[in-house]
């Protein structure tokens, strides 16, 4: 029979693990999205304008 302190350890555990990896996830996504952002902004410098 499990204990309701061991119960609550596992449940503890289990959100506290889930929540690290959905941090994680989003760091990802977050570095993803900004080095997009950077290769575009490089390919928008490097294109010819219409001044020329």
Same mark, same amino acid.
Not at 25 to 46: F, I, K
């Given at each position: #029979?499990?204990? *309701? *302190?061991? =119960?609550?350890? &596992?449940? +503890? *555990?289990? &959100?506290?693990? @889930? #929540? #690290?990896?959905?941090?994680?996830?989003?760091? +990802? =996504?977050?570095s993803? %999205?900004?080095? /997009?952002? =950077?290769?575009? %902004? /490089?390919? %928008?410098?490097?294109? !010819?304008? !219409?001044? @020329?």
């Amino acid at each position: #029979m499990v204990s *309701k *302190k061991q =119960l609550a350890d &596992f449940g +503890y *555990k289990a &959100f506290s693990g @889930s #929540m #690290m990896l959905l941090t994680v996830y989003a760091g +990802y =996504l977050c570095s993803v %999205r900004v080095q /997009r952002m =950077l290769q575009h %902004r /490089r390919q %928008r410098e490097n294109a !010819p304008g !219409p001044e @020329s």
